[in-house]
């Protein structure tokens, strides 16, 4: 089936580094989405995307939707020890009447203090 | 307003029982999506149902089903376990209508499911 390129798989950084992640595809979409998911529990959204272009922050994270429309990053600045989880993207496909939901495989990041 | 709520949070049943698990979304949300979810694996998309009729489903064997009611409620359902349906199960429930409104999906904490 479908699914987002993304990447890096998992990284590494020490606090207070910025950290930058990516999601690519050949299909083009309508929204892109950002979450965190903390072990044990449900991804959290932490930015929707509606239109090509729009760069949007929510503190100290950052994400573009590209151009192209086939393409998103979500950009962390200053780490803090706390923004440990995977992230993971979705970019939704619109098809007739039917909107769906395609998941990238998750970036999971650990920080070190 | 109250997010989405899954229960069980944690289950624990024999290779070959069956499961249902719970999903409540969001007041005024008529979609919901389950997802299978293991170590190391992103989030596999079982199936979706909008307005009480399944809409997308996934690569998943018939064992697994699933429905809404009425007020959005929704279970799913797991027949003839085996040991590796242990996993999270992620519901997430979205505002959508067919042909408008935000996709944004919301998600819930999930059920442990562990199966020995």
């Known amino acids: 089936g479908q699914q987002l390129n993304q990447s890096p798989q998992s990284m590494f950084i020490q606090e207070g580094e910025d950290v930058s992640m990516n999601c690519t595809s050949s299909?083009?979409?309508?929204?892109w989405l950002w979450y965190k998911q903390d072990p044990g529990e449900g991804p959290v959204l932490l930015i929707a995307?509606?239109?090509a272009g729009e760069l949007t922050s929510n503190g100290r994270l950052t994400a573009q939707f590209g151009i192209t429309r086939k393409d998103s990053f979500l950009n962390i600045s200053a780490s803090i020890p706390s923004d440990v989880g995977i992230y993971f993207c979705?970019?939704?496909?619109?098809?007739?009447?039917?909107?769906?939901?395609?998941w990238g495989l998750g970036t999971s990041l650990a920080v070190n203090p | 307003k109250a997010g989405v709520t899954q229960t069980p949070r944690y289950l624990i049943k024999t290779r070959g029982q069956q499961v249902t698990l719970s999903c409540s979304p969001i007041?005024?949300?008529?979609?919901v999506s389950w997802y299978q979810q293991t170590p190391g694996q992103g989030l596999q998309f079982l199936f979706e149902?909008?307005?009480?009729?399944?809409?997308n489903k996934g690569n998943f064997p018939g064992r697994f089903s699933g429905r809404q009611f009425s007020n959005s409620r929704s279970e799913m359902n797991v027949s003839t376990l085996e040991l590796g349906d242990s996993a999270l199960y992620l519901c997430?429930?979205?505002?959508?209508?067919?042909?408008?409104?935000?996709?944004?999906?919301?998600f819930g904490q999930g059920t442990r499911l562990t199966v020995v």
């Open positions: 007041s005024g949300h008529r979609s």
């Open positions: 299909s083009i979409f309508n929204t």
């Open positions: 979705a970019g939704v496909l619109n098809a007739g009447n039917n909107r769906k939901l395609i």
């Open positions: 995307l509606y239109k």
């Open positions: 149902y909008f307005s009480e009729t399944q809409r």
């Open positions: 997430a429930s979205s505002p959508l209508t067919a042909t408008t409104g935000n996709t944004e999906a919301f």
